[in-house]
């Protein structure tokens, strides 16, 4: 080979020498990446394999582990309504329940027994349902005076728009059907269904006489045909205030059975809720509170029958007694012989009373004195 050939090779020798050194770099550069990828891959076990080892675990936990679990779990079961967590991770503090006290309902208001008193309403199976006001002697003054306070406007507003605000009422009992269902299941100790179907009897009554208050006067008013040269003509009006002695059962369907009729035609009422049945009185109070019924045209009391009957049998501004949730009949014969002292209307109690049987008129009319005007002809 001749010297110029030699020196046209060599470049390219060299060229050759430097690519293969190269791959050669490369390839020791790949094999060191994968040895050290092999190295973590064996430092780290997969995902599995971690599991398995926290599944294989000792059973015993730390007294510090084991409050974090009861906290998570108390958390998961917290209700909605219970306050957010603290900043710090402290647990939401569980919240306290607003205790209800079931008041007197007197004038409009719901003030507490002036003697401080209440007794505990208990269900049924005996179970503890709410605290209500223990009424007194002084509370029943009060309720009367209320009452009589506020007769004059009552019986004088319109027959027909007393009519539209005991419809109200009705409006405001169908919004709280429910709560009457529940309360009435609590204190009666009957199904949920049957509790429904008593609250909506009861809603049913009360429209059924909100309808009579401008029909009254046209069914029980009259022209007397008089052997002389006059017009003799007679009407209705309301007796006054009637004390009204609510049946223990059933709890709100007797009571709304009783207190309707006396106010539709004008009259005022002074209610005593006996026991448990507290309970549905006094809601049936909040009701009337909102339902732009007068303050003071009903005024509720709870207590014992026995303690209340006797002062408001006396009262001589009461002037007609409702004794339907009297249930001793020596008590009932000392409160006849006490509203004879001012010649109260007695309405006496029923020996086996059918709430659900259709009511008429009866206690409507038991409760009305009948005005008669005699006016001269051609006068």
Same mark, same amino acid.
């Given at each position: 080979?001749?010297?110029?050939?030699?020196?046209?090779?060599?470049?390219?020798?060299?060229?050759?020498?430097?690519?293969?050194?190269?791959?050669?770099?490369?390839?020791?550069?790949?094999?060191?990446?994968?040895?050290?990828?092999?190295?973590?891959?064996?430092?780290?076990?997969?995902?599995?394999?971690?599991?398995?080892?926290?599944?294989? *675990?000792?059973?015993?936990?730390?007294?510090?582990?084991?409050?974090?679990?009861? &906290?998570?779990?108390?958390?998961?079961? &917290?209700?909605?309504?219970?306050?957010?967590?603290?900043?710090?991770?402290?647990?939401?503090?569980?919240?306290?329940?607003?205790?209800? &006290?079931?008041?007197?309902?007197?004038?409009?208001?719901?003030?507490?027994?002036?003697?401080?008193?209440?007794?505990?309403?208990?269900?049924?199976?005996?179970?503890?349902?709410?605290?209500?006001?223990?009424?007194?002697?002084?509370?029943? *003054?009060?309720?009367?005076?209320?009452?009589?306070?506020?007769?004059?406007?009552?019986?004088?507003?319109?027959?027909?728009?007393?009519?539209?605000?005991?419809?109200?009422?009705?409006?405001?009992?169908?919004?709280?059907?429910?709560?009457?269902?529940?309360?009435?299941?609590?204190?009666?100790?009957?199904?949920?269904?049957?509790?429904?179907?008593?609250?909506?009897?009861?809603?049913?009554?009360?429209?059924?006489?909100?309808?009579?208050?401008?029909?009254?006067?046209?069914?029980?008013?009259?022209?007397?045909?008089?052997?002389?040269?006059?017009?003799?003509?007679?009407?209705?009006?309301?007796?006054?205030?009637?004390?009204?002695?609510?049946?223990?059962?059933?709890?709100?369907?007797?009571?709304?059975?009783?207190?309707?009729?006396?106010?539709?035609?004008?009259?005022?009422?002074?209610?005593?809720?006996?026991?448990?049945?507290?309970?549905?009185?006094?809601? %049936?109070?909040?009701?009337?509170?909102?339902?732009?019924?007068?303050?003071?045209?009903?005024?509720? %009391?709870?207590?014992?029958?026995?303690?209340?009957?006797?002062?408001?049998?006396?009262?001589? +501004?009461?002037?007609?007694? +409702?004794?339907?949730?009297?249930? +001793?009949?020596?008590?009932?014969?000392?409160?006849?012989?006490?509203?004879?002292?001012?010649?109260?209307?007695? *309405?006496?109690?029923?020996?086996?009373?059918?709430?659900?049987?259709?009511?008429? %008129?009866?206690?409507?009319?038991?409760?009305?004195?009948?005005?008669?005007?005699?006016?001269?002809?051609?006068?």
């Amino acid at each position: 080979m001749s010297d110029k050939a030699r020196g046209k090779t060599a470049p390219a020798a060299k060229q050759a020498a430097a690519r293969k050194s190269a791959s050669k770099q490369s390839a020791a550069k790949q094999s060191a990446a994968k040895r050290t990828a092999a190295k973590q891959s064996a430092a780290k076990p997969p995902a599995e394999k971690i599991a398995a080892e926290h599944d294989t *675990r000792p059973a015993t936990v730390s007294a510090q582990e084991a409050r974090r679990a009861e &906290t998570s779990a108390a958390v998961a079961e &917290t209700p909605p309504s219970t306050s957010p967590p603290e900043e710090d991770g402290t647990p939401p503090r569980p919240r306290l329940a607003v205790r209800k &006290t079931y008041k007197l309902y007197l004038g409009g208001a719901f003030p507490r027994s002036e003697s401080g008193r209440s007794y505990e309403v208990t269900s049924a199976q005996g179970a503890f349902l709410a605290n209500a006001a223990l009424a007194s002697r002084k509370d029943a *003054r009060d309720a009367v005076k209320a009452a009589r306070s506020a007769f004059g406007g009552w019986s004088g507003a319109t027959a027909y728009n007393r009519g539209q605000i005991l419809y109200r009422i009705a409006e405001m009992l169908e919004g709280r059907r429910d709560q009457f269902a529940a309360e009435i299941a609590a204190v009666e100790g009957v199904t949920q269904a049957s509790a429904l179907a008593q609250a909506e009897a009861a809603i049913d009554r009360w429209v059924w006489y909100a309808g009579w208050a401008d029909k009254i006067s046209q069914v029980r008013g009259t022209v007397n045909p008089v052997a002389g040269p006059y017009w003799n003509v007679s009407s209705p009006e309301p007796t006054g205030v009637v004390a009204v002695f609510a049946p223990e059962r059933p709890s709100l369907f007797g009571l709304v059975s009783v207190l309707a009729p006396v106010i539709v035609s004008g009259n005022t009422a002074v209610v005593a809720a006996p026991g448990a049945a507290a309970l549905p009185a006094i809601t %049936l109070a909040e009701v009337l509170a909102t339902s732009d019924l007068p303050g003071g045209v009903v005024n509720i %009391l709870t207590g014992r029958i026995a303690e209340l009957a006797p002062p408001l049998a006396a009262h001589l +501004d009461v002037n007609a007694l +409702d004794l339907a949730g009297v249930e +001793d009949p020596g008590l009932a014969a000392e409160l006849e012989r006490a509203a004879a002292q001012n010649l109260k209307r007695v *309405r006496r109690p029923e020996p086996e009373p059918d709430w659900t049987a259709d009511p008429g %008129l009866d206690r409507i009319v038991s409760f009305l004195e009948t005005k008669t005007v005699w006016h001269p002809v051609g006068v």
